[in-house]
């Protein structure tokens, strides 16, 4: 009798792979993880590492008990018996999509300047990063990039690339753009 129910009490679950999206309940939030009842036999932790980039962040401020989540399976035994979930990877690779998008149509992007780096910007544009080399920052040699930092910028994208995690961006071609359009008038 007791091999019956824990085989029905196993098919209560449901089964899950690494790479699946799921989407959970949270039910208990600490600073640094984020833990969600997704229906299966252990519960799934999303740690600060895999919810953002920014470590100053604090998780008990993001989201809240009763919170629906929808996450991607990292891994499913974590050495505890949980299972390792990921939220930025989802928006990541969702973000590649659009910029996948972007690239095709030759669209406008708007994306934050984040960090400035020796060879040019990086920006985020729907939790993707996509790197503006300095080269192809402004129409004219520009020293310090340094002015751009949190500035919302607009551009193009010139290379698509995700497997390489290569993604570059053109805001010369709109500068350019935007000056010859001015000495016409």
Known sequence: MSEDFG????????????????EGTIIDVKPDEIILNIGYKSEGIVTKNEYSNDSS??????????????????????GDGQVLLTYKRLAQDR?????????????????????????????????????IPASLVSDSFEKDLTK?????????????????????????VLVKAE???KRAL
């Not at 085989?7 to 799921?22: A, K, P, S, Y």
């Not at 604090?58 to 891994?75: F, H, I, N, Y």
């Not at 406008?108 to 984040?114: D, E, F, P």
């Open 179 to 181: 000056n010859e359009e």
């Open 148 to 172: 751009y930092l949190d500035q919302e910028i607009e551009f193009v994208i010139t290379e698509f690339n995700p497997r390489r995690r290569r993604i570059i961006g053109d805001r010369k």
């Open 7 to 22: 085989q029905m009490l196993d098919e209560t679950f449901r089964t899950i792979h690494t790479g699946e999206i799921v």
């Open 95 to 131: 973000g590649n999509k659009r910029l996948e998008e972007a690239f095709e149509n030759k669209e406008v992007l708007k994306g934050k300047v984040i960090k400035v780096l020796e060879g040019g910007l990086s920006v985020v544009v729907e939790d993707s990063r996509v790197f």
């Open 57 to 78: 962040v604090d998780l008990t401020a993001e989201v809240k008990v009763g919170d629906k989540m929808e996450t991607k399976v990292l891994k499913l035994n974590d």
